[in-house]
């Protein structure tokens, strides 16, 4: 019986990933899952109690492993020494990109998901929740260095914002291509390259 059940619902979330990716969240059609897996309302309704909680149950545990991957990153960086972390944040930046890079390149039918099919639900907004939390942790950054006598070269606000927001737009667009993965990892570096030169610009700590 429950190796029946299993089977039952892989059935299920196997043809619900099709639906989605089709039609997106607001289009899929529950009606049209629960006639293509072979089950009754009743049956689909002992497994999910919505469509959200069917495409939650698609998408989460990657969208939350992800975001732990940054967080585990940024708490590494958090515990080195103050000029340490000046001398080694896009080495920092970067391992973390590669990280959440291999994790999206191996599930990338779920980030297909999260990122093109989430309009009406909780992750719809993805890719700027990923952006604020850099955001976030850029100006804790320097509020611990303003604190400590360090002056340093404030970026507008609004363009922070479009800079690290482009930057994960632009890293997701790239780990979700159909192509190469080695020309996906040389397409990774340099873009590595290409931001660190902007924000080396953009971010210089002022001086006197």
Known sequence: MQNEESVTLEKILEVARAEFLEK?????????????????????????????ELFDALVKKHADHIKGIYDEILSEFEKIPLEQQIASMSNYSSLGLKRMFEYIWNHKTEFRLILKSA???????????????????TDKFYDILESRGTKVE???PLIEEIVITGTFSSFFSLSLRDIPLSQAEHGLEQMFRFYRGGWNNLMHFAKD
């Open 24 to 52: 997106g969240f607001r289009g899929a059609s529950l009606r049209e899952v629960v006639k293509k897996a072979g089950v009754t309302t009743g049956a689909f309704y002992g497994y999910f109690k919505s469509k959200e």
């Open 119 to 137: 309009d009406g639900t909780k992750y719809e907004n993805f890719v700027y929740e990923m952006a604020k939390k850099d955001i976030e942790s």
């Open 154 to 156: 404030r970026i507008e």
